[in-house]
């Protein structure tokens, strides 16, 4: 079994509609879980930084973390076409200077 | 992008050939990264840096050497390029070690091996 899976997508999306990404994870170890966005030719962009259980909320995005069944899962409301990238799930330990990422799920908005 | 340019953003090498990709950042971090990015494997780290001077191997560290002689520089060397290294490389930092502190990416330098 794979640290960390996430669905590559595409997933497509109109403009407006709630999104659900989510990912899955192996390690129970894991206390630190992250989001971040990527835009085509661009570099990772840390959206999300979570610890432990429960939910975060910035603006348009909540995070959620479900210990218990080793899933999480970034929601993006009132979803934009500028929100179109690749979104990468990423976690570690709580002692680890090591994160896992996932490959990331493709996102298209559609306007 | 946090103050951080990677250089050259493109770069196509013949195999065999040794290729130095740089990493300058602004901020004054403690910590550097160089990470790959491959379709179906995600990002994985090369190497990193924890100071001047002071590197350590990451997960797919075989066939790359790094140098770091300034708190803002840090260099990732392949000294004979493969195919294999085809990839898109990302310099990364954080202002302390990974438990405490979330990375920052540059926008990547795209390796082509031929």
């Known amino acids: 079994q794979k640290e960390v899976e996430q669905d590559p997508g595409p997933l497509s999306v109109p403009e407006g509609a709630i999104v659900s990404l989510n990912c899955t994870y192996s390690?129970?170890?894991?206390?630190?879980f992250m989001w971040y966005r990527q835009y085509s030719r661009k570099g990772p962009e840390l959206l999300m930084y979570?610890?432990?259980?429960g939910n975060k909320e910035d603006g348009r995005f909540t995070a959620q973390v479900d210990k218990s069944s080793k899933y999480i899962s970034l929601f993006i409301r009132d979803s934009q076409p500028s929100d179109s990238a690749t979104y990468l799930c990423?976690?570690?330990?709580?002692?680890?200077?090591?994160?896992?990422f996932g490959k990331g799920t493709r996102l298209h908005i559609l306007p | 992008d946090a103050g951080i340019t990677q250089s050259p953003r493109h770069k196509v090498t013949e195999t065999g050939t040794p290729v130095t990709l740089r990493c300058h950042q602004t901020?004054?971090?403690?910590?550097m990264y160089w990470y790959r990015q491959d379709p179906g494997h995600g990002l994985r780290l090369i190497h990193y840096s924890y100071g001047v001077k002071d590197t350590d191997k990451g997960e797919v560290s075989d066939g790359y050497s790094v140098s770091r002689s300034k708190t803002e520089d840090f260099l990732l060397t392949l000294e004979s390029a493969t195919s294999s290294q085809t990839s898109v490389y990302f310099c990364?930092?954080?202002?302390?070690?990974?438990?405490?502190?979330?990375?920052?990416f540059g926008n990547g330098t795209r390796l082509t091996v031929t």
């Open positions: 990423a976690m570690r330990g709580n002692r680890d200077d090591k994160i896992i």
């Open positions: 990364a930092i954080s202002d302390g070690p990974l438990k405490n502190s979330p990375l920052h």
């Open positions: 901020e004054n971090h403690r910590y």
């Open positions: 979570t610890y432990s259980s």
């Open positions: 390690n129970s170890a894991f206390q630190y």
